[in-house]
């Protein structure tokens, strides 16, 4: 749609919101409201996008420099003075699309979706129109303009406040979604008035174009919800509600299971496998994805994370990991970003894991820390596990191989690895790289006596030599520490 542009109002003050951002950065299922209507946009293939800002546009322009590297271009409504007048300040913007066609969008109603914007053009460019309202019918048409007609043919649209008896029964309402033939906006524009309260609005086009004899139609949309914005928090609310409904059933479309709705909210990107089972006060957000036949328990919350194939996972919150098939995790355990969990591993209660990879069919049982590490298969942790990655200055990585045993209140202080098939005793610092097949341990007595060594393992029947030992009995540092203490 090269010819074709779209004007999104965005500069609303929406003081009824009673926040210090624009109205339509607030969220909807973690949305911005006007992130919504652009991907509509894009979706409709609408590549030509001019977002009408006005208060705290420092605040939309560090948004739209952020979320779409300026891609988009910004006009500055000043003074908010209506809808027809935030247009005007696209005049500018509108001269390079003059043989095309314009969308005018609002930036506070999210649910305007692409199916609605793609066959409302289609018609418009059919019946070679000056302009196409977008119309649907409510069951409840409390506070929009009604869409008055005459023999199917639009005559006028009636703002709430002005309708007669009659016209307040009507169901038909306008959207604030309208085609322009972009020549015929940018000539309709410079005539449009003030009205009494000082307020220029967008309809004043359709009543001058009505009275030029120039083509009106209108597209009903089957998106009753099209109309829906948020103006102040009990709105938002309202439309927080609907979206979560809506995208819970289209996953139970899809073949997901939902043992209550109750406290669940998944946003619109997030994409779940089939057989796979959620239950109560789930969060699932961002750019996740959930393979088949997995089990998200109460509590989770995910956020920009890849699930594989049959993984349970109990009060998990996890942020930017990928965890792969056949895994099991929790309960009440964080995977921060960049962790990879493998195939088949094991993770219990209360572990947290780091900017680390955890090797297929390792188990971390309980009560641990992994920070910054790579750890290789079929390793096992023992409870309250650390490693120890940051010396106050700079952070270090530790490695630990395949087949090693890790054992309970071990700390690993990096930059330290640990061979394959090495073991460290329960209550071991471990400040050296332990050999493939050796055992480290240390110990203290009184406070000075510490012993501290790596010891012979026999793998595959072939013993090994210790590759590291000290022995406090023969230190005289410790001897002279311990005359001390007398």
Not at 250 to 274: A, M, Q, Y
């Amino acid at each position: 749609m090269e010819n074709n542009c779209a004007v999104i109002l965005a500069g609303g003050s929406g003081r009824r919101m009673k926040s210090a951002i624009p109205k339509v950065l607030c969220n909807v299922l973690g949305k911005p409201m006007l992130d919504w209507v652009i991907t509509a946009c894009k979706d409709s293939e609408i590549d030509n996008i001019c977002v009408v800002k006005g208060r705290a546009a420092a605040v939309l322009e560090n948004h739209m420099e952020q979320k779409y590297q300026d891609k988009y271009q910004t006009v500055l409504q000043q003074d908010i003075l209506g809808t027809g007048h935030a247009v005007v300040q696209a005049i500018p913007y509108l001269k390079n699309f003059v043989d095309g066609n314009t969308l005018v969008l609002n930036g506070d109603a999210p649910f305007i979706d692409s199916n609605t914007i793609t066959e409302a053009l289609k018609l418009h460019n059919e019946q070679d129109n000056a302009v196409t309202l977008i119309t649907c019918e409510v069951e409840n048409p409390y506070g929009y303009g009604r869409i008055i007609r005459n023999n199917g043919l639009l005559t006028k649209i009636v703002e709430q406040a002005d309708c007669s008896a009659n016209e307040t029964t009507i169901h038909e309402i306008n959207t604030g979604a309208y085609w322009f033939k972009t020549k015929d906006l940018l000539e309709t524009l410079p005539k449009m008035n003030a009205n009494d309260q000082g307020k220029i609005h967008l309809t004043q086009c359709i009543e001058i174009m009505l009275k030029n004899k120039k083509k009106v139609g209108t597209f009903i949309t089957e998106n009753s919800n099209a109309a829906l914005g948020g103006g102040d928090r009990r709105s938002l609310l309202a439309l927080n509600d609907i979206a979560r409904n809506e995208v819970i059933l289209r996953h139970l479309e899809n073949g997901v299971e939902f043992v209550c709705s109750e406290g669940v909210v998944i946003t619109p990107d997030v994409k779940i496998g089939k057989d796979t089972v959620i239950e109560s006060n789930v969060t699932i957000t961002g750019d996740t994805k959930i393979g088949e036949n997995c089990l998200i328990s109460e509590g989770c919350r995910l956020v920009d994370t890849k699930i594989g194939n049959n993984v349970t996972l109990y009060s998990v919150f996890s942020t930017e990991a990928e965890v792969e098939d056949n895994v099991k995790i929790g309960p009440w355990v964080q995977l921060r970003p960049n962790t990879h969990i493998c195939k088949n591993v094991k993770i219990g209660d209360f572990v947290e894991i780091k900017n680390s990879t955890i090797g297929e069919k390792t188990a971390i049982a309980h009560l641990t820390y992994v920070g910054d590490s790579d750890v290789g298969s079929n390793v096992n942790f023992g409870c309250g596990v650390v490693t120890v990655n940051y010396n106050g200055i700079d952070k270090h990585r530790t490695v630990i191989g395949n087949n090693a045993f890790i054992g309970c209140n071990t700390n690993l202080i990096a930059p330290v690895k640990v061979g394959d098939y090495g073991y460290t005793a329960a209550g071991s610092t471990i400040t050296q790289d332990v050999p493939d097949g050796d055992l480290a341990i240390e110990r203290s007595n009184l406070g000075f006596n510490r012993g501290y060594g790596y010891h012979k393992l026999k793998i595959g029947g072939e013993e090994k030599q210790p590759a590291y030992t000290y022995d406090s009995a023969t230190n005289d540092d410790d001897e002279k520490r311990k005359d001390s203490k007398k």
